[in-house]
């Protein structure tokens, strides 16, 4: 697709140099009287011209088609690789960047965290499925925002979320636990919202030296806490 759309652009540069070439071509006093004075180079003159209108029309058809069929795929991308509850990346996506890591060492630079929004159960019984879903989404969107230039989020499943950080410090890891507790604290301090409450279990790899990132995630969900229940606002 990219390739395509470069060749378009270049096409589209030749017949704008081209079209400017053959203006100044006819603003010449004798390369216009002897186009006009002479039957065959006029029919010539109008061929050329009208090669470069119809041209230029189907240029601008492609280029609509084009930006039609990259719209359509995004429209795909999302369909594919986000959670349509929570906006974020699916478990799908989690896969993909597990993916990655099959049939290879794993770096010690490689960071888990599993996080459960522990009261989802409980506000899915306390209130509804609608209330519960709007909480999910809500914390979804946290969880993203937090992620921002740091690390990889994705729903992993029910209410289980995954945090894949690469070339990880504590820096990077702190950074993201901090913004996740100061937004839920935000989150929760507003007076029409249900409290979120969440429990996480983290494993970074320079300190448990596994060769299988799904080990590396199968430990840090394994230290996930118990989780709390749900008080209403």
């Known amino acids: 697709m990219k390739k395509f759309n470069t060749f378009k652009i270049v096409q589209l540069i030749l017949l704008i140099i081209l079209t400017a070439v053959s203006l100044y071509m006819l603003m010449q006093p004798e390369v216009k009287q002897y186009i006009f004075d002479s039957t065959p180079a006029t029919v010539l003159f109008i061929i050329v011209w009208a090669v470069l209108l ?25 369909v594919a690789y986000s959670d349509p509850l929570s906006g974020i990346p699916n478990r799908f996506s989690c896969d993909t960047i597990i993916e990655k890591y099959y049939d290879k060492k794993l770096p010690d630079d490689i960071a888990c965290v599993m996080i459960d929004l522990s009261n989802l159960p ?5 209130y509804d499925h609608r209330t519960g879903n709007k909480v999910l989404k809500d914390f979804s969107g946290i969880l993203s925002t937090a992620a921002v230039s740091l690390c990889f989020v994705g729903r992993n499943g029910g209410n289980k979320f ?28 507003a007076s029409d919202s249900i409290s979120m409450e969440y429990r996480i279990g983290k494993a970074m ?5 596994l060769e299988q990132i799904t080990k590396l995630i199968s430990l840090a ?9 749900v008080e209403r606002s």
Do not use: G, W
Request: with cysteine; proline share 1%.
């Open 205 to 209: 790899n320079r300190d448990e030296h």
């Open 122 to 126: 409980e506000i899915n019984t306390l």
């Open 162 to 189: 995954l945090a894949i950080f690469e070339n990880c410090t504590d820096e990077k890891l702190n950074t993201f636990l901090d913004r996740v507790t100061d937004r839920v604290d935000q989150y929760n301090q």
């Open 54 to 78: 119809v041209t230029f029309v189907f240029l601008l058809i492609d280029f609509s088609l084009i930006s039609s069929m990259k719209m359509n795929y995004h429209n795909l991308y999302d």
């Open 221 to 229: 969900n394994s230290r996930i806490p118990k989780s709390a229940t």
